[in-house]
């Protein structure tokens, strides 16, 4: 180990100064390619199955829980309006 | 009846992920990510089922043309766009630690989103061509034209190789725990009743539509106003 004047361990001794110094090779490695967490993609399989099912009944059942309102308010207003017309008919008949 | 449906089909899949996450091994070579399996080919065969609805209904309305078909065949291709959806959420993610990528452009994989597209297609058309006879017989034959890729997804593996798995085949599967075989069962049961759910559902809806629509054309030549 490098010391300077006082006789101190010098910090950037063994620091590589240049690119040769720091030449890195990559060496691949038997079973080192699990770039995907099973877990993970296990759970958001299931997370996109159960929201797009429930979302779908439950967009459903709302959508036809407002059809059948509507479907009920214009059976009455069209009774009603029978009821009204077909006095009227019949009076202008006789 | 339809809400106790929903409660058998609830306590199914409650079982089915108590099955699938507490019964099942884990598989040696793929890991957990394998338990995909239980529900990406219920899933797959869910489609088949809204697809073949939706060529029973486009047939029988071709052929006699009433509400009632024109209904479970629109349902139909509903029920298989979403379950082909999901078929193609949770195959790439399978994938993509099975193979190392999400996605190739495998028989399989590549009849499966063409059939995907055709009843998106089909939705499409019913939802932007209006609901003339016309329109529905042009969207039928498009149901019936849509069913003939079925069974190409099928024997797609057996007949053209690729990369996706045949793990259930008429020789026997390659599942050889038992408790393997009866999750997938469950599977197949949860989803089978998720189908018909989503079916009957949608079913219901375009009915109810249908009258609708009746009732807003009395409700005009009356002259009663939106109220």
Known sequence: MKTNSLGLASFHADVPRTAEDRATTFRPVTGGDQMQSGERLLVEAYAAIWIVLFALILLGWRRQKRIDARVAGLEVALAKARAEVLPTKKAEAS | ?????????????????????????????????????????????????????????????????????????????????????????????????????????????TTQMLSVLLYVAYLVLRLFTGDGDAERRFAAALGVLGAANLPIIHFSVQKWGGTHPAVITGKGGGLTDPAMVSTLMFGFLSFTLFSIVLLWSRFRIDLSSSRLADLEQQALELGIGED
């Open chain 2, 1 to 109: 009846m339809f809400y106790g449906l929903l409660a058998v089909t609830a306590v199914c899949t409650l079982w089915t992920i108590h099955a699938i996450f507490l019964e099942a091994p884990t598989e040696a070579t793929m890991g957990i990510v394998q338990k995909i399996f239980y529900f990406h080919v219920p899933i797959a065969y869910s489609m088949y089922l809204g697809a073949t609805a939706c060529f029973v209904g486009s047939a029988g309305y071709l052929y006699n043309g009433k509400q009632g078909w024109d209904s479970l065949a629109r349902a139909g291709a509903e029920v298989a766009v979403v379950m082909g959806l999901l078929v193609m959420i949770t195959g790439p993610l399978w994938a993509a630690k099975a193979w190392g990528v999400y996605w190739t452009w495998d028989p399989r994989l």
